[in-house]
């Protein structure tokens, strides 16, 4: 495992990530250091914003909520021709956020979760209520124990949506996808989330909606 957070200036914060994995002890990098590893191994610095965030910005300030955001997380789990599982989350977090906030999906166990004897599993949506029920982790070891990937996506929607009502807050908008080291997927979200997901098998790739657990 390999992660960076709160890396400012640098577009490929996966490829980073990945690097963290393969040339350091360590599994999380942030901030000034992060973005220090990134200049030391070649990354260019670059200006991200675009002149329609700027604009955004501009008009209104600072999020004070994490309800009505757009999210652009992507997540991609794989299982290749030896049965090894990997996994790969990255994200720009939340647009015009606090300084120093972070999201679920630097964090292992949170964002994404892979262990080949089990399954790998990832989360897209709300950071603060991935991270909540540690999400990924949660999915990973409910496969350990027999659950199928779909199960597994279903659970950890149901934990959010359980953690929600007795915080007496909104459900907050979040998915899921699973797979387990036999190739069986599964995605779940919760309702309002409109997700959909991506599967590719043998150069064919199918765009299926996660189920809705309500
Ligand atoms: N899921 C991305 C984030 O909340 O930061």
């Given at each position: 495992?390999g992660?960076?957070a709160?890396?400012?200036?640098i ?10 994995m ?5 599994l999380?990098?942030?901030?000034e250091?992060a973005?220090?590893?990134a200049?030391?191994?070649?990354f ?13 910005w ?5 999020e004070?909520s994490?309800?009505?955001l757009?999210h652009?997380t ?17 994200t ?18 949170a964002g994404?979760?892979v262990?080949n ?17 540690s ?9 350990r124990q ?6 597994a996506?279903?659970l ?8 929600a ?5 909104p459900?907050a ?9 036999q190739?069986?997927?599964?995605a ?12 590719g ?6 765009v299926?909606p996660a189920?809705?657990?309500?």
């Amino acid at each position: 495992s390999g992660a960076v957070a709160g890396v400012e200036n640098i577009r490929h914060v996966a490829a980073l990530a990945k690097l963290v994995m393969e040339k350091t002890p360590h599994l999380l990098l942030v901030g000034e250091g992060a973005r220090l590893f990134a200049v030391q191994h070649g990354f260019p610095l670059e200006c991200l914003h675009t002149p329609e965030s700027v604009a955004t910005w501009q008009r209104r300030g600072p999020e004070k909520s994490t309800t009505h955001l757009t999210h652009d997380t992507v997540t991609v789990l794989t299982l290749d021709q030896s049965g090894s599982l990997a996994g790969i989350c990255t994200t720009s977090g939340l647009s015009h956020k606090m300084p120093g906030r972070v999201g679920d999906s630097p964090i292992l166990g949170a964002g994404l979760y892979v262990d080949n004897t089990a399954g790998a599993a990832g989360a897209t949506g709300v950071g603060e209520e991935i991270l909540r029920v540690s999400a990924s982790t949660l999915m990973v070891e409910a496969m350990r124990q027999g659950k199928s990937p779909q199960e597994a996506c279903t659970l950890a929607a149901r934990r959010v949506l359980e953690v929600a009502r007795r915080r007496s807050v909104p459900v907050a908008q979040v998915a899921f996808i699973a797979l387990d080291p036999q190739g069986n997927v599964g995605a779940a979200c919760t309702a309002g989330t409109d997700f959909y997901y991506a599967m590719g098998r043998a150069g064919q790739v199918e765009v299926k909606p996660a189920a809705v657990i309500e």
